[in-house]
């Protein structure tokens, strides 16, 4: 089956810096996504790798690794805006997103 | 942020009421999709729309009823539900449908629903 895995909940420190792992098992690999959606909100397209490395877009980071299954989300200087959750979805070889359950940030001062 | 609007933002209903929910896109995108968002579970993709033609049906129930007037609107028909049911039902588009080539999905506010 297909699977992603993410924490449940992470807690950091306003100012801080703090990574969200996600982990995939998919059939096929055409890309990740990472979303971040404030409580009662839509989810808002944040970052998308498809090659292995590093995208750094301001505070936000995302890293790829295809071989490994694996991507995370690095926030620096977090904000209290931060506080949101962060939505991990895997597009498979037919071009499906496969989704996480997400991934709860809070943010404290 | 106004590109996928959802009416009503909130609903509660009961078992043996019908109500709808709306969506639309000011996006000019071609492709529209239902999800269902239950607390602490991966969203669930119900429908997907390609150019106003359903192009999947995640085994959902039948009284789950989608529609699709056209490229822009997209609505969820609910009737006899259970509480079960009860969820965030998110509406997103994309520019085109997948099908061979990467697509961002934009999503509305969606609508919290309670079935009582």
């Known amino acids: 089956g297909q699977n992603i895995d993410q924490p449940t909940e992470m807690t950091a420190t306003e100012g801080a810096i703090v990574q969200i792992n996600c982990t995939y098992q998919t059939s096929g690999f055409n890309g990740l996504f990472w979303y971040q959606q404030h409580a009662g909100e839509a989810p808002t397209f944040l970052s998308y790798n498809v090659l292995d490395g590093l995208e750094e877009k301001g505070r936000f980071s995302s890293f790829l690794s295809r071989s490994k299954g694996y991507s995370y989300l690095l926030l620096k200087e977090l904000q209290m805006k931060d506080s949101a959750s962060y939505l991990c979805?895997?597009?498979?070889?037919?071009?499906?997103?496969?989704w996480g359950a997400g991934t709860k940030l809070i943010i404290k001062p | 942020e106004t590109g996928v609007t959802q009416t009503p933002r909130h609903l509660v209903m009961g078992m043996t009421n019908k109500k709808s929910l709306k969506c639309e896109q000011h996006?000019?995108?071609?492709?529209m999709y239902w999800y269902k968002q239950s607390a602490k579970k991966p969203l669930e993709l119900m429908f997907v729309y390609n150019f106003k033609e359903q192009t999947e049906n995640n085994s959902v129930p039948s009284r789950f009823s989608p529609e699709c007037p056209n490229s822009s609107h997209l609505f969820l028909h609910l009737h006899t539900l259970q509480p079960e049911d009860s969820a965030l039902y998110l509406c997103a588009s994309s520019q085109d449908l997948g099908g061979g080539a990467v697509e961002t999905q934009y999503f509305g506010p969606g609508t919290r629903l309670l079935v009582l």
């Open positions: 996006l000019g995108h071609n492709a």
């Open positions: 979805a895997v597009i498979d070889s037919n071009y499906q997103l496969i």
